[in-house]
């Protein structure tokens, strides 16, 4: 089926350790998203890719790094993970220009101990 | 501080009921304003979404009504069914914007 693939769909980090989340689109979209959800907190933008090549910070880009690798894949780095990065991530991504909404991954739950 | 205030944080309604969930915004330059409704393990998914130029936007049982200058907006549920039981978010852009930004949520229970 098109649409956002995650991996993983869970993962436990201990603090300090570092992980790639991976996401991969193939609706040929060209701005793709990462954010963030937190409970009474909605979701928050991490970091985004407006096309290929480029990438922006979003509301809370502290403590991650991004890739746009190409126009399929965008990945969300954590070099040094803490427990304020316990959070559900998701990807999406979309045309561009807004109107068109957002098409979400499923989300990968990341617990830091 | 949220730029997109959302109300309430839950909501519980009987089968049939018209359930009710405002949002405020302060930026005027906002004027793309959509809704997601997410089920748990899942992502959200685009359910509606309006432009400041109309004040009422309908798809089926959902229902946007828009006032521009309270710079509000909210979401009606025709005939609430339990499978509408879900965590809803509204959101707001500036049009060809590149950044959505997400109210709180609202958790949304539907007794059958």
């Known amino acids: 089926n098109a649409g956002v693939t995650q991996t993983p769909k869970f993962q436990v980090l201990k603090t300090g350790q570092s992980m790639t989340l991976q996401c991969a689109q193939d609706?040929?979209?060209?701005?793709m998203y990462w954010y963030r959800q937190d409970p009474g907190m909605g979701l928050r933008l991490i970091y985004y890719?407006?096309?290929?090549?480029?990438?922006d910070k979003g509301e809370v880009p502290n403590g991650y790094n991004v890739s746009r690798l190409n126009k399929r894949e965008f990945s969300l780095r954590l070099e040094s993970a803490a427990p304020s990065q316990t959070s559900v991530y998701f990807c999406a991504s979309s045309f561009g220009g807004i109107g068109y909404g957002y098409t979400f991954g499923s989300g990968t739950r990341l617990t830091v101990v | 501080q949220q730029q997109v205030k959302q109300s309430p944080q839950s909501l519980i309604v009987q089968k049939g009921g018209i359930p009710i969930i405002n949002c405020a915004y302060e930026n005027t330059a906002f004027d793309y304003f959509p809704w997601y409704q997410q089920f748990p393990g899942k992502g959200p998914a685009l359910l509606i979404a309006i432009r400041p130029d109309v004040s009422e936007k309908k798809e089926g049982r959902f229902t946007i009504s828009f006032n521009k200058s309270a710079k509000q907006f909210s979401l009606h549920i025709m005939d609430s069914q339990p499978g509408d039981s879900a965590t809803y978010f509204c959101a707001a852009s500036i049009r060809y914007g590149n950044k959505l930004v997400f109210g709180a949520g609202t958790i949304l229970r539907v007794k059958s």
């Open positions: 890719s407006a096309s290929e090549g480029t990438t």
């Open positions: 609706m040929n979209h060209n701005s």
